[in-house]
């Protein structure tokens, strides 16, 4: 078997956006990234003493639903700058989907999860460190996890009462439509005969 490659190091990691220019207006001006420079399709980045790239792809998907963040790109924030880091985030139109300050075995510290404008999740991070390993696992997303589920099942049932109800309510107004006499045109009453005018009438103009 081959010797493993012999890494020293990350250089940079892509993601990927929409719209070069959105993106860089998030990563610099809400994040405090530094722009370095860009073409037609990339903008590079730098963060502290590491880089990354943001991609333009034609058809971006953001890699996560709706208000999740299991797909994430991680970035450190000073302790003293963390509450005033998720203010900002907040006040710039991006709320914070998660916070933990527990629970995380390998990097500790306090964790916040937010969206940039192309649903990527982003992870702000006051780091304390790695962690003990021998302590258990936190099972805590886990949890949350299975409360979505329950809560998903317990609201399943009562939605498919109200869509079986309304489907019902729709039989029931056409059965009742295809009961209803269609009339002849000798058959459908007459309308009531115009009333006189009681205004009297206009005198002859002379000429």
């Known amino acids: 078997m ?3 490659v012999k890494l020293t190091g990350i250089l940079h990691f892509a993601i990927g956006v929409g719209d070069l220019d959105v993106g860089r207006r998030f990563y610099e001006k809400v994040l405090g990234c530094k722009y370095l420079r860009q073409n037609d399709t990339t903008v590079f980045m730098q963060v502290g003493d590491q880089y990354f790239v943001l991609t333009n792809t034609a058809h971006h ?3 996560n639903p709706p208000g999740e963040y299991e797909f994430h790109h991680a970035f450190i924030v000073n302790g003293g700058d963390f509450d005033e880091a998720l203010r900002a985030l907040e006040s710039s139109g991006h709320p914070i989907l998660v916070y933990e300050e527990e629970g995380h075995r390998t990097f500790t510290g306090r964790h916040a999860y937010v969206h940039d404008p192309f649903g990527n999740a ?8 790695i962690g003990d390993f021998s302590r258990p696992d936190f099972q805590g997303r886990q949890r949350r996890k299975a409360m979505k589920k329950a809560k998903a099942r317990k ?5 498919k009462a109200a869509k079986k109800k309304a489907a019902a309510k729709k ?3 056409k059965k009742a439509a295809a009961k209803k006499p269609v009339l002849r045109p000798s058959q459908r009453p007459k309308a009531a005969p115009r009333r006189p005018s009681r205004r009297p009438p206009r ?5």
């Open 2 to 4: 081959a010797d493993a």
């Open 61 to 63: 998907r953001p890699p």
């Open 122 to 129: 982003i992870e702000i991070i006051d780091f304390h460190g």
């Open 155 to 159: 609201k399943a049932p009562a939605k």
């Open 171 to 173: 039989a029931k107004a």
């Open 203 to 207: 005198p002859a103009r002379r000429r």
